[in-house]
């Protein structure tokens, strides 16, 4: 393996010291080379940006992360600001990428904490990638953050971070958002190396996830695999240090997103993608990063059966789903991608007519605005991960249905499922189960999918990102009352 940074190159300039820390692997923008070797910024994809750009730009910090392109040449990026944030960029090597983000926190981490939905692979050279790029992140942070600085760690690429930055900077207080699922012991298990992402996680003065379970999951594999005393939601180390360990489940900006969706031009936008679709009676649509945790090949399935069958025609429905190209080198995401587009294939080839397809399928990302113009053009938002942290898109979707319209069908096994009780739950694995969803959801009363879009809206207005950001760092700073 090549070490993450050549001892030649020229060091960075010493980086502006900031109160609060934010490190995640991705910065929020990604690094792009046009053809003509324009280098631009755009949007990462994924959850975790977007419920972390708010969050960042009410406090001001500093946020460690990827750039997205992957650097062996001596051309380092400096820190610079962007939209409001102070954005400092780390350096992946080609190897650093195959080893640490596609093979250890992708091919290894993302399916055994997702249900091993596709097989994890175990390799001790990814493993040691890994460690030394949360070493990198741990420096980076320790050299950022000031004296007494609050750093805030995201996510399953960066399990080590707490612990090495706590070793290299006892003054700081660490928190620590898992944004993916937190397996059981029967999975968690398997890891070779599970002692040291427990030990690293307990780097943390707070640990959080998104749903309780996960939280009592990492609590007792604590006490089970490290010896460790716990207590309620806290596990006592053998220093007499206290870790807790709790339940925060993430969301988004809902007025920013609504606002978008209430312009007359996002209006204009979805009535013209209704055109551009055939004018059908109802849309169905997905929106996901193509991923194989999401149940895209089940819903489609679904739908082609039901059209299989007469239940329902293209005129009566028709199928949008918008696929966002994610991790295209790891193998699994590859075969999934063939998958996806070969069924989309047979189902236009049985049921599409000239100019008039029975789906459409889009593999693409798009900005906020051509999203919310989705969302307000169907009736039917479909999501149906069969394992998912929490699941934003069907927190955006309602944020859109600002006139109390449309129905959200949603999987149970999505984190979303706790909080948006009146969604239509589904079990993804089940085929029947979900045709019959679709079928009551283009059938509903409107005015009982309003009463149930209404209920969730309410509950979302009260619980968005910035409720979930201060529920966290208000517990990380120890208000005794919390
Ligand atoms: P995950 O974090 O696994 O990708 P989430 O549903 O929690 O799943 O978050 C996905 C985020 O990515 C949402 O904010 C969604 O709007 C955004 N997104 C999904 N598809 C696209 C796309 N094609 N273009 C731009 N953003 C997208
Ligand atoms: C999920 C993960 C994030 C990740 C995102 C996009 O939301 O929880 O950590 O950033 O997917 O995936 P990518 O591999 O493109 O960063």
């Known amino acids: 393996m090549t070490p993450g940074v050549a001892p030649d190159k020229p060091k960075r300039r010493p980086a502006m010291k900031s109160a609060f820390v934010v490190v995640a692997?991705?910065?929020?923008?990604?690094?792009?080379?046009?053809?003509?070797?324009?280098?631009?910024?755009?949007?990462?994809?994924?959850?975790?940006?977007?419920?972390?750009?708010?969050?960042?730009?009410?406090?001001?910090g500093a946020w460690i992360g990827w750039s997205g392109s992957s650097d062996d040449g001596d051309e380092r990026q400096e820190p610079f600001d962007e939209a409001g944030m102070h954005l400092i960029p780390m350096q992946l090597t080609s190897d650093d990428v195959e080893e640490y983000y596609e093979g250890f926190s992708n091919g290894t981490l993302w399916p055994l904490y997702h249900d091993v939905i596709a097989q994890p692979v175990f390799h001790r050279e990814w493993w040691d990638a890994y460690t030394k790029v949360n070493e990198r992140f741990?420096?980076?942070?320790?050299?950022?953050?000031?004296?007494?600085?609050?750093?805030?760690?995201?996510?399953?690429?960066?399990?080590?971070?707490?612990e090495m930055l706590r070793a290299l900077r006892p003054d700081l207080r660490i928190g620590f958002f898992l944004h993916i699922p937190f397996p059981p012991n029967e999975l968690f298990a398997r890891l070779p190396w599970r002692r040291q992402i427990l030990r690293g996680l307990l780097g943390a003065d707070l640990v959080g996830f998104q749903r309780p379970g996960a939280a009592a999951n990492f609590l007792r594999?604590?006490?089970?695999?490290?010896?460790?005393?716990?207590q309620a939601d806290r596990a006592i180390l053998a220093d007499g240090r206290i870790v807790r360990a709790g339940a925060f489940p993430i969301s988004i900006d809902m007025?920013?997103?609504?606002?978008?969706?209430?312009?007359?031009?996002?209006?204009?936008?979805a009535q013209e993608i209704r055109?551009?679709?055939?004018?059908?009676?109802?849309?169905?649509?997905?929106?996901?990063?193509?991923?194989?945790?999401?149940?895209?090949?089940?819903?489609?399935?679904?739908?082609?059966?039901?059209?299989?069958?007469?239940?329902?025609?293209?005129?009566?429905?028709?199928?949008?789903?918008?696929?966002?190209?994610?991790?295209?080198?790891?193998?699994?995401?590859?075969?999934?991608?063939?998958?996806?587009?070969l069924l989309v294939g047979r189902v236009n080839g049985a049921h599409g007519r000239i100019g008039r397809?029975?789906?459409?399928?889009?593999?693409?990302s798009f900005v906020r605005t051509e999203l919310a113009a989705l969302y307000r053009a169907a009736d039917v938002m479909v999501v149906t991960p069969l394992r998912d942290g929490m699941n934003l898109v069907a927190k955006e979707f309602i944020a859109c249905r600002y006139d109390n319209t449309g129905t959200l069908i949603l999987s149970e096994f999505a984190g979303a499922a706790d909080e948006l009780r009146q969604a239509l739950l589904v079990?993804?694995?089940?085929?029947?189960?979900?045709?019959?969803?679709?079928?009551?959801?283009?059938?509903?009363?409107?005015?009982?999918?309003?009463?149930?879009?209404?209920?969730?809206?309410?509950?979302?207005?009260?619980?968005?990102?910035?409720?979930?950001?201060?529920?966290?760092l208000e517990k990380l700073a120890g208000r005794p009352e919390l």
Not at 138 to 162: F, I, K, N, S, T
Not at 221 to 230: N, P, S, V, Y
Not at 255 to 269: F, G, K, N, Q, V
């Open 275 to 341: 055109d551009e679709i055939g004018n059908p009676d109802k849309v169905f649509l997905g929106i996901d990063r193509l991923d194989y945790t999401k149940g895209i090949g089940e819903r489609i399935k679904a739908f082609f059966e039901l059209l299989n069958e007469g239940e329902l025609s293209p005129e009566e429905a028709t199928f949008l789903q918008v696929a966002t190209p994610s991790r295209e080198r790891v193998e699994e995401y590859k075969a999934l991608r063939n998958d996806v587009e």
């Open 25 to 60: 692997n991705r910065l929020p923008v990604d690094q792009t080379t046009d053809p003509d070797g324009t280098v631009r910024w755009r949007r990462s994809p994924g959850g975790l940006v977007t419920a972390l750009e708010p969050v960042m730009r009410a406090n001001k």
């Open 138 to 162: 741990a420096r980076a942070a320790a050299e950022v953050a000031d004296e007494g600085a609050v750093v805030w760690v995201h996510d399953y690429q960066l399990q080590l971070v707490p």
């Open 427 to 472: 079990n993804p694995y089940d085929v029947d189960g979900l045709k019959q969803a679709l079928l009551q959801a283009v059938r509903v009363e409107p005015r009982e999918a309003s009463r149930k879009m209404r209920a969730m809206r309410r509950y979302l207005a009260e619980h968005d990102v910035d409720r979930w950001a201060n529920t966290f």
């Open 357 to 364: 397809p029975a789906m459409t399928y889009l593999h693409n």
């Open 221 to 230: 594999l604590t006490r089970r695999m490290l010896g460790h005393q716990t």
């Open 255 to 269: 007025a920013e997103l609504e606002e978008i969706a209430r312009r007359p031009e996002t209006e204009a936008r």
